[in-house]
């Protein structure tokens, strides 16, 4: 196991470094994704459209596909990142998304002493690991 600590807080007991891994592979076609996201939500006021949908991010994040150069980073992507992380690799411990799961996903968040609580980060995760349910298809 690789422990990894932020001053956000750390990995939950099952985080390895595969799991590091493929976040840092994953990780700019999310931040595409989420900054495409935002346009898509805001009716084009907030974000930039990428003309980026959920295949493409798919695609970049396993590396099938190159991830093109983005103009300026979103500044909120910092914001969510930890959740986006956290639902990423939980894809790849879990099978699938149930109460159970939840609950124990609920579990480990709160094990990785993230100052921000389960719901206010629970959607967020739930994007990541769907994301990553469809990369991996």
């Known amino acids: 196991m690789q422990t990894h600590t932020t001053t956000e807080g750390r990995d939950p007991s099952w985080w390895t470094k595969e799991h590091t891994s493929g976040w840092n592979k994953a990780r700019d ?3 595409r994704d989420w900054e495409q996201t935002k346009s898509d939500l805001s009716g084009g006021r907030a974000g930039r459209d990428l003309n ?9 994040a396993v590396g099938k596909e190159a991830i093109p150069p983005r103009n300026v980073p979103n500044p909120q992507f910092s914001k969510y990142e930890p959740a986006l992380r956290f639902g990423y690799g939980a894809r790849s411990q879990y099978s699938r998304w149930d109460d159970d799961t939840e609950r124990q996903l609920s579990r480990d ?5 993230h100052p921000s609580k389960w719901e206010e980060v629970k959607a967020y995760v739930k ?3 769907d994301k990553a349910t469809n990369s991996s298809s």
């Open 109 to 113: 968040w709160s094990s990785t002493g």
């Open 127 to 129: 994007h990541a690991w």
């Open 52 to 60: 980026q949908d959920a295949s493409d991010t798919a695609k970049q």
């Open 29 to 31: 076609a999310f931040m």
